[in-house]
């Protein structure tokens, strides 16, 4: 999922550092328009790419080099400015219960804990360059050290952030980075015996370390990288320019171009008017039944999901067109949240997926047949959400008039147009007529086309800034798919998981055994982690295991990414449910009485869907 996020507390500058803060402003609009020059570059270069392969027959290879130059460049800049607006993805579910000398000493880490990995890894990243300087793009002779560049230059501007931003620090502030910079130097003292540890370590870094820093609050792309660092530098001889490369391995796989084309598409179908007219055709024709309009929100998640790969941007397009007709017909705002949220969990399976996208980037299974395994579970956990709605809509005594047939037949010819696009892209995917990035890249201009010519709807002052959000969004992705790609290299070249695969082959039930446990793992790294950060860095250890016992991998993808986003979207740690109540206006403790039965009905159908492998087969 895409995806749910907490602002960073960084402490405001003093009123002695003026010019700092005139300095971090001036920093603020460079970065910002640099993101927005790049992601329009982005965007047009690929659009030249689909029209000269698809018009005229001849594919342009250096379009693909340069794009995946400045895709890094994106990337990291992008981070920077996540960075700065505290969009980097965080568990604050016990953050958020501290009170006073342990928030501020909690907060403060959450500043210190990046700033010491950005500190240790800027000299790898310059040495990272150097490296980089030898190889070459094939087509347009430019040394890789211009692209490699990206890491230090990024790494720096975070750093220089942080330090703008800094004031004198309360007592409890300087006791959090006195412990953490005093733990650092013991473990920097004590490398000799963390080598003795053997694969220990693996419990010490990857789940002691990784684990205190994702609760502690500490952005989770900065926990993983603290992790991986710490491991490579206190128990190994690698260098730790190899952390670099594989940051850039995984932030730069082909696949992710889509990311941020398909969440810039998600923000234009809202601007447009588009995600408007679904929610109401879809209410002209099933409001009038009980519970219609809780219907039509399940409905309208799953089209719209159809289009946008962010599940943040899908909530917001349809809540505030829905939730207020809904809190008129007696709904309680809390019921509402919770079905947002459940429907938010029950479409992370429909295409164009981001989390799909990243498991075919990282375990090479194709995309166009992960987009059509998750079609049919995406219905099936609509059916049972939709049995909850109507046992629950019997008690329920207020309906509205039903909608005569013309008004639902103009309000479906209205909405042709965006209710062709989900299936649109569907099909050129699943079909193999595009790949995911160009199908977005020609939803961008579907939708710029209808919205500026059929619906008449173009807000061009907006497009600035949902420039800038989508290249901050997918900063904070991608720079947790990079760390997250790091991490489990790490992992694998310790020989875990050979040792796990024995293991999980011995254990009884076999490949049903392995599926259930999976999924219960899904959940809880889900909870946690997110579904991101969780694929990237399970996906290279479980999805070997599952081809060896007979597992279908596209069946084992979708288990997977159901069983996240229930935990994404469950309370208390899940942090997809706090971010529907964001969208809902909502306290999270008025969802709490009605989250449960439709977190049971997706259980249900998680185990539905793992049961019956036929569900996501079918269309293959």
């Not at 958020?96 to 990046?114: D, F, I, K, Q, Y």
């Amino acid at each position: 999922m895409q995806i749910a996020t907490d602002r960073i507390p960084i402490a405001e500058p003093s009123a002695a550092l003026a010019q700092s803060r005139v300095l971090d402003r001036w920093l603020g609009h460079l970065l910002c328009a640099a993101c927005v020059l790049l992601l329009s570059a982005e965007i047009v270069l690929l659009l030249i790419g689909v029209v000269a392969r698809y018009a005229f027959g001849a594919p342009q290879v250096w379009i693909d080099e340069l794009t995946s130059m400045l895709f890094l460049w994106l990337a990291m800049l992008g981070a920077v400015l996540a960075l700065r607006g505290g969009s980097h993805m965080r568990m604050t579910a016990l953050i958020g219960r501290a009170r006073g000398p342990v928030w501020e000493g909690l907060n403060t880490l959450s500043v210190a804990a990046p700033a010491v990995f950005l500190l240790f890894t800027l000299r790898p990243a310059l040495r990272y360059v150097q490296n980089e300087q030898i190889v070459s793009l094939t087509t347009m002779d430019i040394s890789m050290a211009w692209r490699a560049a990206a890491m230090p230059v990024g790494i720096g501007l975070m750093l220089l952030s942080l330090l703008l931003r800094l004031r004198r620090p309360t007592l409890p502030e300087a006791v959090a980075f006195a412990a953490l910079l005093a733990l650092a130097t013991t473990m920097t003292v004590w490398d000799a015996g963390f080598r003795t540890l053997g694969n220990l370590n693996l419990l010490v870094f990857f789940v002691g370390v990784a684990a205190a820093t994702v609760l502690a609050g500490i952005p989770i792309a900065f926990s993983f990288g603290l992790s991986t660092l710490a491991y490579l530098a206190l128990t190994t001889h690698i260098p730790l320019s190899v952390l670099l490369s594989r940051m850039d391995a995984g932030m730069s796989h082909p696949v992710l171009l889509a990311v941020p084309l398909f969440i810039f598409l998600g923000l234009l179908i809202e601007m447009t008017g588009m995600a408007a007219v679904i929610v109401a055709f879809l209410s002209n024709l099933l409001g009038h039944v009980r519970g219609g309009l809780s219907y039509v929100l399940i409905a309208a998640m799953y089209l719209v999901s159809g289009i946008s790969g962010s599940k943040a941007a899908d909530m917001a397009a349809i809540a505030p067109a829905l939730f207020p007709e809904m809190v008129k017909r007696g709904v309680p705002r809390g019921e509402l949240v919770a079905l947002l949220a459940a429907t938010g969990s029950q479409t992370e399976t429909i295409p164009p997926s981001l989390i799909l996208i990243t498991i075919g980037s990282v375990t090479g299974i194709s995309i166009a047949a992960l987009f059509a395994g998750g079609v049919i579970p995406g219905v099936a956990g609509g059916l049972f959400l939709g049995v909850v709605v109507w046992l629950r809509a019997r008690r329920s005594g207020s309906v509205a008039p039903r909608a005569s047939r013309a008004v639902i037949l103009r309000s479906l010819v209205i909405s042709l147009p965006a209710l062709a696009l989900p299936f649109v892209i569907r099909a050129a995917i699943v079909d193999g007529v595009a790949t995911a990035t160009e199908v977005s890249t020609i939803g961008i201009v579907y939708a710029c086309v209808a919205g500026l010519l059929i619906y008449r709807r173009f807000e061009w002052a907006r497009l600035w800034p949902m420039l800038v959000q989508t290249a901050s969004l997918s900063g904070a992705i991608l720079l947790i798919v990079g760390a997250a790609t790091a991490m489990a290299w790490a992992i694998t070249q310790s020989g875990f998981s050979r040792g796990l695969e024995t293991w999980i082959v011995g254990m009884p039930g076999g490949a049903a055994s392995f599926l259930a446990v999976s999924a219960l793992i899904f959940v809880v790294l889900g909870s946690v982690l997110e579904g991101i950060p969780a694929i990237v860095l399970m996906g290279p250890i479980l999805f070997p295991i599952a081809h060896r016992l007979g597992l279908n991998e596209v069946h084992y993808a979708v288990t997977a990414v159901l069983a996240m986003g229930i935990g994404l979207f469950s309370p208390p740690f899940g942090v997809g449910y706090y971010v529907a109540c964001a969208i809902g206006a909502c306290d999270p403790e008025a969802g709490l009485p009605y989250i449960g039965r439709y977190i049971l009905a997706l259980f249900v159908g998680l185990v539905v869907v793992a049961a019956v492998p036929w569900l996501t087969t079918i269309a293959l």
